[in-house]
């Protein structure tokens, strides 16, 4: 008897370790531009596994734009090759959820209770909204400001203590800074990649893309027209060179460009990558018409894909924590994208000092109450549309266009791309 009750314990000890003390869900996480997210996913994921032991957090390679980014997965959709959790360009959760793609977010919400008390008010939820559906949650939204070089500005006349109000007295004095000579550029405009950074004249003009039925393109009306023509002029008057994006930030950081506008989300590595080479500052972006104007939401949201009910609860939970206070925390000093939860925003836990304490973090958090969705074109040619615009931007830089016809000629393309009604 002694003998078998030794086996039987025995028995039991190893059945009892063969088993784990908890089960574990692993979920695999993808997500755009690594040259921004990556320090900040890898902080909020640790961080994450730590106060939740029994979910393990997998990155898939990364894509390098948000256009590779929907590409992506779209081309994964329902294949085992699909993450579970994947990080969205705003301005592409329509054509994602016009596929049926993402898990619909809205049961969640409902069942979690006060939303609001964690840091998401309507708002912020209605940020990642298609049509009324949660598709997912803001993580990292940004607006596009004005960071310009105080050492060039005092070299060409200008106070940088007093930075340009309006596109006339940027395109003044990005002038004045070319005339310099030595190498100096006036002005670098992002119009490179996507349509952001037009949408942020057009909108400041207080323009729309599309008609309110999205029946007819209407970025070519007076208000494009009036966007159009100060990118011709910064280009003619203000010292704006044909310079590749990165071209465009080599040139910046090595301080010879006067003004660069882009979005907050490089803010953080602009200030690493300048250092102490000259006094770097921010202001806010000018807008055409400063009464109605205003300025397109950047960023990404956190996308739930996994339809299995395991992965979707744990899912759930990193989601909440990535947009929530905690990833705030982390995104906004690690980037420069402006905070997307309001706990964030004003605890001191997390937020509260911060933006006292780095002022050149405060022009985008200044321009939050004049930010608008980022606008998404209906049907499936999203991208290509993108593509046609930056293509006739691209003339207005090399002056192979007036801005007349190159939008012109960006709004035919664009209509033949849309659905027909």
């Known amino acids: 008897m002694k003998h078998i009750k030794?086996?039987?314990?025995?028995?039991?000890?190893?059945?009892?370790?063969?088993?784990?003390a908890h089960a574990e869900t692993t979920l695999t996480v993808h997500y755009p531009m690594p040259g921004f997210f990556k320090d900040v996913m890898d902080t909020i994921s640790k961080k994450f596994m730590e106060e939740n032991p029994d979910i393990k957090i997998q990155f898939a390679n990364p894509s390098?734009?948000?256009?590779?980014?929907?590409?992506?997965?779209?081309?994964?959709?329902?294949?085992?090759?699909?993450?579970?959790?994947?990080?969205?360009g705003l301005n592409r959760l329509r054509m994602l959820n016009e596929r049926d793609i993402p898990v619909d977010l809205g049961p969640l919400v409902a069942n979690d209770g006060d939303m609001a008390a964690q840091g998401f008010s309507d708002n912020i939820l209605k940020l990642a909204q298609v049509n009324g559906k949660q598709v997912g949650l803001a993580f990292a939204t940004s607006n596009p400001i004005m960071y310009y070089n105080a050492d060039l500005v005092r070299a060409a006349g200008g106070n940088p203590d007093v930075p340009p109000k309006t596109w006339d007295e940027v395109i003044a004095?990005?002038?004045?800074?070319?005339?310099?000579?030595?190498g100096n550029e006036?002005?670098?405009?992002?119009?490179?990649?996507?349509?952001?950074?037009?949408?942020?004249?057009?909108?400041?003009?207080g323009g729309t893309m599309l008609s309110e039925d999205e029946s007819k393109v209407t970025f070519n009306g007076p208000q494009g027209q009036k966007a159009v023509e100060v990118l011709d002029r910064m280009v003619r008057e203000g010292g704006l060179p044909v310079l590749t994006k990165q071209a465009g930030e080599q040139a910046f950081v090595a301080g010879k460009i006067g003004f660069t506008f882009q979005t907050t989300g490089a803010?953080?590595?602009?200030?690493?990558?300048?250092?102490?080479?000259?006094d770097l500052r921010t202001a806010s972006i000018p807008l055409i018409d400063p009464v109605n104007g205003k300025l397109p939401t950047g960023g990404n949201a956190v996308v739930i894909l996994t339809r299995d009910a395991d992965k979707q609860a744990a899912a759930w939970k990193f989601a909440k924590f990535a947009a929530g206070p905690y990833g705030a925390s982390v995104v906004v000093p690690g980037t420069g994208y402006v905070p997307n939860n309001e706990l964030a925003a004003a605890s001191p836990e997390y937020l509260g000092t911060f933006y006292k304490e780095n002022p050149l973090f405060r022009a985008g958090l200044e321009q939050m109450p004049r930010m608008i969705p980022w606008?998404?074109?209906?049907?499936?040619?999203?991208?290509?549309?993108?593509?046609?615009i930056v293509e006739n931007l691209s003339r207005i830089?090399?002056?192979?266009?007036?801005?007349?016809?190159?939008?012109?000629?960006?709004?035919?393309?664009?209509?033949?791309?849309?659905?027909?009604?």
């Open 6 to 20: 030794q086996a039987l314990t025995a028995a039991a000890m190893s059945v009892a370790m063969s088993i784990p």
């Open 64 to 88: 390098a734009t948000y256009e590779e980014g929907i590409q992506t997965i779209m081309r994964q959709a329902g294949t085992s090759e699909m993450p579970d959790v994947t990080f969205i």
């Open 173 to 182: 004095l990005g002038g004045r800074i070319k005339a310099l000579g030595n």
């Open 186 to 205: 006036g002005i670098d405009f992002r119009w490179q990649a996507d349509d952001w950074m037009f949408s942020a004249l057009l909108f400041g003009a």
């Open 267 to 278: 803010l953080r590595n602009t200030i690493k990558n300048v250092g102490t080479k000259f």
């Open 375 to 388: 606008y998404a074109f209906p049907g499936s040619n999203g991208v290509r549309v993108t593509q046609t």
């Open 397 to 421: 830089v090399e002056q192979t266009a007036t801005p007349e016809e190159a939008l012109n000629d960006a709004a035919a393309d664009v209509k033949r791309l849309l659905p027909r009604n």
